[in-house]
């Protein structure tokens, strides 16, 4: 089975991104393929509401969502990691999100979206330690599942880490990541 990351920070060897290459490593301890991608270095315009995709399903605009779409469809489990931006996703991601706009016409409008028991979770980091800190975000990483049919299945929130690899000080944390990925792997098999 596959299994793609899509690492929502622009901070390479950041909290969020060692935290989703471990729940990679757990997921292909279980015999998955994995695949990450690395929402900063790509070229993802945010979506400018042509509507083209009312059409077909596709979005006119012609850049590397041409590469994310076909990945999230290939994909049975889907984990998407991002840091807290002001209490939301990274633009990046959120522009990735939008832009799935056109799963959610061939889901809801066009009905021609295969069915499928995909599964996703969301890892979220956040410096501080707000009860609320993830609430915006867990809404729009449900919402961005549903869209093309996957179900929200696992998640792992981590509050009070904020420097560059600040998360290495807690293997606890690293370990959780690891058997999100595990428990993912297994589901969706
Ligand atoms: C623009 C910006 C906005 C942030 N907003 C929040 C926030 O609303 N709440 C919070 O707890 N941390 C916030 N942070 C802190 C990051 O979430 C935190 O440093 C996190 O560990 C970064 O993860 P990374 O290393 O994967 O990029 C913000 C950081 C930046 C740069």
């Not at 290459?21 to 945010?46: N, W, Y």
């Not at 984990?79 to 990274?90: D, H, L, N, R």
């Amino acid at each position: 089975m596959k299994v793609l990351g899509i690492m929502g920070s622009p901070r390479l060897k950041g909290n969020t991104d060692l935290l989703l290459d471990e729940a990679l490593r757990g997921a292909k301890s279980r015999q998955a393929k994995v695949e990450k991608i690395i929402v900063d270095k790509m070229k993802i315009t945010p979506c400018k509401e042509y509507y083209g995709c009312l059409k077909d399903g596709n979005c006119v605009m012609r850049d590397d969502m041409d590469v994310v779409i076909p990945k999230l469809l290939e994909a049975e489990g889907i984990i998407v990691a991002s840091p807290m931006f002001f209490y939301g996703v990274t633009a990046q991601l959120k522009a990735l999100i939008d832009r799935c706009q056109a799963l959610w016409v061939r889901k809801n409008i066009l009905k021609n979206l295969p069915e499928s028991k995909r599964k996703g979770a969301f890892i979220g980091v956040g410096a501080t330690r707000g009860k609320q800190l993830f609430d915006g975000s867990i809404l729009v990483i449900k919402y961005f599942f549903q869209a093309f049919g996957a179900e929200y299945a696992d998640e792992l929130l981590v509050r009070g880490v904020d420097k560059r690899g600040e998360i290495k000080e807690h293997p606890d944390l690293l370990k959780e990541a690891f058997a999100l990925g595990e428990r993912l792997a297994q589901s969706t098999t």
